[in-house]
Each structure stands twice: as C-alpha cells, then as structure tokens.
C-alpha cells in the first residue's frame, strides 16, 4: 500500500542484487520530464483526526498528501478549515511580495550590488501560511529559505535589503552572508548557514518554555536532505523524549543543490515517516497548498500549545530556483522540471482560488503587483544609499571585533591594535 | 571553610547556583537520579526537582543544542558531557553555534551555555577515557576553555563559568577528582585533605575567567601549566631544587598574557607542560606568545614537556604520561642551556 502512496519509486521494486546501489534522480538534463511517478491523493483522501490524536493511530498521514485546494482551485476535505478571508489575502499578498522581493534581489546579484542570493520561488506558501498559522510570538528557527515568514512578520524590505548589501544598517554588521537574517525583534533566530543545527536548537528552546510554563512555540524548519545531519535525528528524539511545544518542519523541495531527495534516503519511504519511528504525529502536506499548510501549521500549533508536544510535517513541494546564486540546476536537472510539477504554483493557486470565491480579481493583482514593484523599487533605492558591499559604506571596521564574547578579550583587543584600529 | 575534593566543589558550585538562579538547568547523561556517573550531580534533582536537573538521551549533539536552544529562551543551562572523549558529536554545535551566534546575530543573540566534562587521563581508562582535547577548543573564536587544577579553583571557576553570559567549556582533569596526583601511580594516592587549596568555602566565591595562578613564585625560570600536571610540576620542581615560578593557567582562552610574559621577563627560561598530545596543542601556542613578547629576555630554548603524539594506549598509560622524570630531565636542560 505505502508504494503506492509514497512520492517516488521503491528501492525494492528496483532489484539491485550486485554492486553498490547509487540512487539517481528519474531524469536528467535532456531527457524529457514526467512526474508521472509522483502519487497525488485526491483531496478527499486525507482524513484529519482531532489535534488530541494519539500518534500511533494516525501514521497514514505520514504517508498521505494533506491537500486542500483542488485541481481546480476549489477547497475541500476534511482539511479544509475556516480561514478569515483576511487572512488569506494576506498570505496571498505576503507571497507575492516575497517572489517579487526574491527576483529583485536576484537581479541586484546579476549586477553585482549583492554576493550572494537565495531564493524561495515555489515555496512560498510554506513559509508564510506557516507564519500565520502560529503566532507572531512564537520563536522561529528558520532554515535559509524562510524570508517569507520575515515578510509576513512585516520586517520592512529595507532591513532585509540592508543585511544582504553588508551595508552601514545591516543589523547583522556585516558579517553573515545575504540572507542570513537575524531578527530577535520578530523572533526570528540568527540564521546559522551550517545545516539543521537549528533543529535541535528548537527543540530545546521549547523545553525551556515547558518549563516556563509559557504559550509560545518554537518551529524550526529543514531541507529535504538536511535530514540526514545528526541534529535532525537529535531533534526528532529530544522532542519525543520531552515534550515539548515545537513544530519540526522538513522542506522537501526535491533538490539538495545538485543531490536529489533520493541521496537523502527519500526513496524508501516519506520524509514524514522519519517521525513515525519517534512516536511523533508526522503529517505530509502539499507544501503548494496554501490553504492545506495553513490547516496542518494550526493542527500541530494547537497540539503543541495544549500540551501534546511536536508535530513532524514534510511539506511536499519543488525547488524551482537554483540553490543559490552560485548554482546552476540546468547541469543536473532537466530545464523544463519545474513547470512539470504536478502541484503547480502556490502564488497561483491561491489566487484562482480566492478569485473563485470573489475575495480577490485581476484587477486587484495587477494593482498590487505595481504598487509592490514601485515599494521594492523605493526601498532598494534608499537601502542602497547607506552603502554597498563593494560600493562604500560598510559597517564601521572597528566593530569587527567586537560581539566575539561579551567583553573584548585581551587577545582580540591586541589584535584590534594589531590591525591599526 | 570546609574540606572538599574536586568532585563536593563541582557539585557545591553547581547547587549554589542552582539555588542562587532559578534560570539554572543541569543536565547531561546520567547525571538525574543517579547524580552523574562521577557523582558530581549527587543529590540535586531531589534537592531541585526533575525538570531543573535531569538525564539525557545519549546525544551529545542534542545535549549542546538544546542547551544552546534553551539559553535563547531565558535559561542558563550546565551540560555536562560524561567524558570528554565524547564531546566530538556536540562539536558542530560548540564551534559553529554556540562560539559564533553572538557574533554572526551582529549581537542579538547569545548563548551562556556551560558544558562541564572530565578529561585526562591516568585512570586505566584507555583512549576513550582519557583524552585532552583543550586544544581543539582554544583554536576556536568565541569559546572559553577553562581547567582547574584544584578543588578551590574549580568551584570559583565554575562559578564564574555559570555566571559567564559567553559559553564556557570546563574541562575537569578527572584524575584530580578525589586528590592531588605528583605523577608516580605507584605511590598511595592522597586526599585533598593534604593541601591547601582542599580548603573551600562552603559558600559563594568566585574566581575570574582569563586570570592564571602563581602557585610557585621563583626566579630560576618560569613553568606554564594546567590541569593535572600542575601537581606534577610541582613535584618535579622539589625534585630538583630548582627555585622555579610554576603558573597554572586556569584559563586556557582567554589567556593571561600578562602573567606569563611577565615571568619569563624575569625569569628568562620557560618550559611548558600539559598532558594533551603535543603537535598543534596548546602548549605550541604558550611558546608562541613567548617568543614574540619574551624573545630577547630568553637565556635557554623553551622546551616542552606533553603527551605524545598518540592515542593513550591502556596498557602503556605511564608512558604516555608526562610524568615527573620527564619535567625533571626538562629543568635540568633547561637549566643548564
């Protein structure tokens, strides 16, 4: 049964009696794309038991599809929440405007303005339904690919813009790599670079909010093949060992830079199923799916904040930009991949839907793609006045040494000498 | 002023603490009901209660992270990892996290995580049992390396440690758990009862990260150590007559420039001693900073005195050990360069 419901071939219907077993991905560059394999459960599929679920009674949502929107734009199932229309435009705005800043970004890269770029075209929903799922207080452990929760907290473009230019306001004072935002005043962890650490950080920050006796969660979020660090497995234990309030998400996006989820050990079995060993609720969600990631967020937000401890969810989506800037996917996957995906584009998705229902039209996009074109456009403007990374107005040097310990230590202030300041 | 081994002033200060800073959690593997496998948590979670001190899965990656993850949220977390030997998996979350989040959040963020862990070795207990990884550690930016030599010094720097709002690495020569070790296994081992600094305060005291001790002041030359061969050195310094200045770091990072490149100023020889393996060990980096500050006071080469470089084979414990013969034949070269 489970090799049908699972997202990708099984290792042993392949066969493979002699010599080392290296898994491929189903096709490379110029070979003709098909998700044919992929098995997409109808909406109706998907049952959603009460968050007070025992976990051991509903492990076929480890192996499921959580879907909500159709085909056809339509909400269904028993996933289908009720959502505020205010709500959804806002995530439909948050998303939009996370893509448009994402491109923008990436342009600034092009010309040389910026080092380095992420961005998270195709996954936006996850990060901002999740976002405004859970509370703003709630501590996020982010991932790199997680601008969108930023945005929807409402961090001003500039800020962002900011830290990626290296520039005089760069919160972070010029010592991260672009993206790697750090926002405490939106509970927003320093993004750390080095992969899943912030896992089992998570974890352990919602532990101390056990015992604090507090509301707030911790959500913390991975990459498909960022399952395979020993923090992901520390995590997943620490979390069932104690309890504590935080949701685990996994971003499976298909691609570890040039790795597919398969050199992972994705082919066995989902990526939610990891949970299951654990005795965590697992949840695999259509990560394309506003609406679906949205209803799974609040479900194990709730469980969390009633006392039931860690949800594991696999969002299920596609990484249609590169890794990064400094990646090139057209030398590994075939060109057209990711307009191939069988659960399409959540920008789109959730603007036909929300057309369908006459909360949002045309008219209302296009006005809003200008008014946002013309934001992004006002603010990179201003951010880079205060300077750029090669263009001037970097942080003061003299602070390079500085935030290393609490106090300046003998070595670092000798150095500091050392180096003429 | 009580009478305490190593162990009663690790736990002493940890109680203190626990009393002093509801903020304070202990944990680490075994060390909950049963008090740790050295005992240096005995008695706390009944004191304290379960959730403010208890075991951990044996994950010493999840240890640190969580430790990490739980002082974002307002705790002030001791870690204790069993042995140093199995520090290895937590590394990632020691020297990327923990050493550079204060740095890399441009300041928004910090960890105040103290990981507390035996090391060293001369208790049978093999390479896995006995290493001194400090060096790893002093290499890397944003951590304090700390390692007493006495139980007086371990309860004031872990104090201080606990208190530091920078993560602390303790490291806990286990070989002076229970007593003062000069360096010959074959002679009966003795109490801390039998030196002065067994004597500590029952109460809060403090001692300050970054400054070393004087434990011999001297003019011939100048010994730097740590840890366990602080008592070494001192039995080789009887030995030989020489009128030596013994200093004890302490502090491994932050180090205490001043005191050492004072005393090899006045002294103009040096010879340096710690039991870790010796290439790229810390000792290279004492050597370095007295070269470049001390060079033209020197009267003899500065010799080092360590571990090979090999694993601490079981059966061949003592000669791996830098026992006292070895310092002995050292200040003697030293001495007459």
Known sequence: ?421 | MAQMNMLEAILSAQKIMLERDDAVMIFGEDVGYFGGVFRATDGLQSQFGTERVFDTPISENGIIATAIGMSVNGIRPVAEIQFADYIYPAFDQIVSEASRLRYRSGGEFSTNITVRTPCGGGIRGGQTHSQSPEGIFTHVSGIKVVMPSTPYDAKGLLISAIESNDPVLFFEPKRLYNGPFYGNPDTPSVGWDSHDKGEVPEGYYSIPLGQADICRSGDAMTIITYGTMVHVVETAVKQTGVDAEIIDLRTLSPIDYDTIINSVNKTGRCLIAHEATKTGGFGAEILSIIQENCFWKLRAPIERVTGWDIPYPHAFEWEYFPGPHRVVDAINRIMEA
Not at chain 1, 94 to 119: A, P
Not at chain 1, 164 to 171: F, G
Not at chain 1, 348 to 372: P, Q
């Open chain 1, 1 to 421: 049964m489970h090799n049908k419901t699972i997202n990708d071939t099984h290792i042993g219907d392949i066969g493979q009696h002699q010599g080392l077993y290296v898994p491929e991905p189903p096709y490379r560059p110029g070979e003709v794309n098909d998700f044919s394999h992929v098995y997409i459960p109808p909406v109706s599929a998907s049952k959603m038991p009460p968050f007070t679920a025992k976990p051991n009674d509903i492990t076929d949502l480890a192996y499921g599809l959580i879907r909500v929107l159709d085909e056809d734009a339509n909400a269904g199932g028993e996933w289908h929440i009720n959502i505020e229309d205010d709500i959804l435009i806002k995530g439909l705005k948050d998303m939009l405007l996370t893509r448009m800043f994402d491109e923008r970004m990436q342009l600034m890269h092009r010309v040389g303005k910026i080092s380095f770029y992420m961005k998270c075209t195709g996954e936006e929903a996850i990060s901002v339904a999740h976002s405004l799922a859970i509370d703003d207080e709630d501590m996020v452990f982010p991932s790199y690919r997680n601008q969108g929760i930023l945005i929807s907290r409402g961090q001003r473009l500039i800020d962002l813009m900011c830290q990626c230019l290296s520039n005089v306001k760069d919160n972070c004072k010029g010592r991260q790599l672009p993206i790697m935002y750090s926002f405490k005043n939106l509970n927003f962890f320093s993004i750390s670079g080095n992969l899943a650490t912030q896992f089992s950080q998570a974890v352990g920050w919602a532990m101390a909010e056990a015992r604090k006796r507090g509301n707030r969660l911790a959500t913390s979020f991975v990459g498909d093949g960022s399952t395979a660090e020993l923090d992901f497995h520390s995590a997943l234990n620490f979390a069932a060992t104690y309890n504590p309030p935080v949701i685990l998400n996994i971003v499976n996006n298909q691609w570890a830079i040039s790795s597919s989820q398969r050199i992972a050990g994705g082919e066995r079995t989902t990526f939610a199923a990891r949970g299951i060993g654990f005795g965590l609720p697992s949840l695999r969600v259509d990560g394309n799916d506003f609406l679906a990631v949205y209803a799974a967020s609040k479900w194990a937000a709730d469980r969390a904040r009633s006392g039931y401890g860690a949800t594991l969810i696999e969002f299920f989506t596609y990484r249609v930009a590169p890794h990064s800037t400094s990646d090139d996917p057209s030398a590994y996957r075939p060109a057209d991949e990711e307009k191939t995906w069988p659960l399409g584009d959540p920008i789109e998705r959730l603007k036909a839907h929300l057309i369908k229902t006459g909360a949002w039209s045309e008219v209302l996009h296009k006005a809003l793609i200008e008014d946002y074109t013309a934001m992004i456009k006002s603010q990179y403007k201003e951010a880079e006045s205060y300077g750029t990374l090669k263009g001037g107005g970097r942080p003061d040097v003299t602070t390079m040494f500085e935030d290393v310990f609490e106090e300046m230590t003998p070595n670092l202030v000798r150095q500091r000498q050392e180096l003429g300041l």
